[in-house]
């Protein structure tokens, strides 16, 4: 074989590498949203992803900080409260979905259990540790008797003298977590019954332990990606029942365990979060790198507890008091209780100045999630929230004594957990090392492709210099771009005639571009311009498929293969 034809044969080869390498670039993106989608779908089927969502395998704690009272005497008689925080006081979380059904219309019900177990060694203290909060059977009950007759709010100071009920409590971390015994409480669970929302000891966390949060039906995943682990119902209402508005009484988001995948940038991070007894969204804030594993940060926007003043959209959530707040009365027995970030982050900065000992700072008090954009996994979580008391002197009710209005904190938790070990290295291997490996594989083969072809031209030039009479190297090209040009038509008219190899390629490009821009389920199914954008890419390289390769294929007279 002559260098002419030896030359038509290595650009052919370099060019078949480099459209495999094309091939690789936009058809390998497309593989892996497919098997992401596959393997995020809530079936049993999927063993390893089943398990992780039925039992969640990364450990969970809960952080607990009080504020203990220094000047409580003062406090009573209206000055200004002074606190240290205290704590932490750690708690592993164990999360355990039981009761599983699954539907007909692609939802499953299930109800998580949560259970709580101390951590000495993670704790600065024991729950034997005493602290000093305000009385929330007390100061809480006052608040929300304020409007009643004299009498009664003076048979009400009554009982609570009865009662041996003061105005603030010395009790251990425990009793406060999980319960005291109460003569108050006994009383009013036998004469009142579901005046107070348990019906045992009475403690700030005493619903928490041993319980479930609610009958969650979520979607999943079956019919459409983008619904996976959106909140369907909960305990049967498609809408909440606690506020004024139908928009904060939407349930919106997932249950704030998972996300759907392929997120971008302008995603949100929405959840319904039974605590708060209202729907959450979370924003962006900046990318990252947790283990080698590329993430978005999501945060708590300003407005999330913003009064309606400050956000019309929050006026459903009132009555307000100052942005930073959320009252959470609706759904806690009317108690005057307020949800916030730890230490009135993001919040109005007047709270401050009516309690001293805060110094909030987004570090230690704010809010985020960290999320693998591509499956919607959390890698990082860190939930922190604030739990306050609206307290103030109300006549009648001398254990209020002088005390002045205020939203006094007492206490705040943060629940966190991270993904380690085993499931990070999973995660990093099929997430981050295979793609890796992938791209790298599609350049080889472009950068092998290219090089070939680069050679086969300047061989083929270089037997052309030895020929008698040879063309002027612009004339040259002139001809073989007209040539290029008129044989793109010719062999589209005749491409079934002719059996090339190219028309493996060009049967190949069609058909990918077609499956590319019809497939469901993946991250380019929402983004219109990645489909164009992938499409024009695909046939350009038809392009170079149809025209390019046949001109050199026909010129060199090698014999034709026929595509099976």
């Known amino acids: 074989m002559n260098k002419s034809k030896l030359a038509i044969g290595l650009f052919v080869a370099g060019t078949l590498t480099a459209v495999f390498g094309l091939v690789i670039l936009f058809v390998g993106p497309i593989i892996i ?47 200004k409260p002074m606190v240290e925080q ?18 007909p219309n692609d939802t499953v019900s299930y109800l998580e259990y949560r259970s709580y177990f101390f951590e000495p060694s993670m704790s600065v203290g024991n729950e034997s540790d005493v602290v000093t909060i305000p009385n929330m059977l007390v100061l809480g009950a006052a608040v929300m008797m304020e409007n009643m007759p004299f009498a009664v709010r003076l048979l009400l100071s009554t009982t609570f003298k009865g009662f041996e009920e003061g105005p603030f409590l010395n009790k ?45 039906t979520v979607h999943t995943g079956k019919d459409d990606i983008r619904l996976i682990h959106k909140v369907n119902s909960w305990n049967g209402l498609t809408k909440l029942i606690y506020w004024k508005t139908p928009q904060c009484n939407m349930l919106n988001g997932t249950a704030g365990q998972m996300w759907p995948p392929f997120m ?62 959320l009252n959470v009365s609706s759904c806690r027995s009317n108690a005057p209780v307020f949800i916030s970030q730890p230490h009135f982050y993001n919040a109005d900065p007047v709270l401050l100045d009516y309690v001293q000992g805060l ?30 008391l609206y307290m103030k002197k109300v006549s009648g009710i001398t254990e209020t004594g002088k005390i002045s209005e205020v939203v006094m904190p007492m206490i705040w938790f943060e629940e966190n957990g991270y993904m380690d070990g085993a499931i990070v290295k999973t995660f990093h291997t099929n997430l981050v090392v295979l793609p890796m490996v992938m791209v790298y594989m599609q350049y080889c083969f472009l950068g092998l492709g290219l090089a070939t072809a680069l050679g086969a031209v300047l061989l083929h030039y270089s037997g052309k210099a030895t020929v008698k009479d040879p063309v002027n190297g612009s004339d040259a090209h002139k001809q073989m771009d007209t040539f290029i040009m008129n044989d793109t038509g010719r062999f589209q008219a005749d491409i079934h005639t002719h059996p090339f190899p190219v028309y493996c390629v060009y049967t190949f490009f069609l058909q990918v571009t077609h499956e590319h821009e019809l497939r469901p389920h993946t991250r380019h199914h929402a983004h219109p311009y990645l489909i164009y954008k992938h499409h024009y890419h695909l046939k350009s390289i038809v392009f170079l498929s149809t025209a390019v390769v046949p001109y050199f294929i026909r010129r060199s007279g090698l014999p034709m293969f026929v595509c099976v």
């Open 33 to 79: 949203d497919d098997q992401i989608v596959k393997n995020l779908i809530i079936d049993p089927k999927n063993e390893m992803s089943y398990t992780m969502w039925k039992d969640v395998p990364v450990p969970f704690f809960m952080s607990v900080y009080f504020f203990n009272i220094l000047n409580p005497t003062e406090v009573l008689a209206g000055e």
């Open 172 to 216: 251990s971390v425990g009793e406060l977590m999980w319960g005291y015994d109460s003569k108050l409480v006994d009383f009013l669970n036998k004469w009142f019954p579901g005046m107070l929302p348990s019906t045992g000891k009475f403690g700030l966390f005493s619903e928490f332990n041993n319980s479930n949060t609610g009958l969650f």
């Open 264 to 325: 971008t940038k302008e995603s949100t991070l929405p959840f319904y979060s039974p605590d708060a007894c209202r729907s959450l969204e979370l924003v962006y804030q900046r990318e990252g790198i947790m283990k080698g594993i590329p993430l978005y940060r999501f945060v708590a926007p300003t407005t999330m507890f913003a009064n309606g003043s400050d956000y019309a959209p929050n006026e459903g959530f009132c009555p307000c008091r100052q942005s930073g707040l």
């Open 359 to 388: 110094q909030p700072t987004e570090d230690e008090h704010g809010l985020f999630i960290d999320i693998h954009p591509e499956t919607g996994v959390p890698l990082n979580v860190s939930i922190r929230l604030q739990l306050n």
């Open 86 to 103: 205290r704590g932490p006081y750690v708690y592993r979380k164990r999360l355990q979905k039981q009761n599983i059904t699954f539907h």
